[in-house]
């Protein structure tokens, strides 16, 4: 009979224990849940950024898309009939450059003075002394 309220009272601490135990696992698990939840919702919202940045690339490329499309539609064949036209009107300019320059050398010397008088006599300048 002795033994008896020794084993209750060894039977109580291992349930203590156990309780203690049971306890402190039940608070990890609830910690765990929350720091998982937590985490799933960090996730969530991760992916929701990836996704709209993804539907930002797209549009992106989309739009590149676009314009290389309209840079193979130039027609290339018109290239060169546009170099032809700058070829001839580069000639053009340089006809009159040099119908100017000849122009100019066949002219009496006015002395640099690009003022002439009625009678088309270039000014005396006399030089102070």
Do not use: W
Not at 22 to 44: A, C, G, H, M
């Amino acid at each position: 009979m002795e033994q008896l309220p020794t084993l209750l009272s060894v039977t109580g601490y291992i349930i203590g224990v156990a309780g203690a135990v049971t306890i402190i696992f039940s608070r990890t698990k609830t910690e765990n849940l929350k720091d998982l939840k937590e985490r799933v919702d960090i996730l969530e919202k991760d992916r929701e950024h990836g996704r709209a940045q993804h539907l930002e690339n797209q549009k992106a490329i989309s739009n590149l898309e676009g314009q290389i499309e309209a840079y193979k539609e130039v027609p290339l064949k018109f290239i060169p009939r546009a170099l032809e036209q700058l070829i001839v009107s580069n000639n053009e300019i340089l006809a009159t450059l040099q119908k100017s320059a000849s122009r100019l050398s066949t002219e009496k010397d006015d002395g640099g003075l690009l003022v002439k008088t009625k009678q088309s006599k270039p000014l005396d300048v006399k030089e102070k002394k």
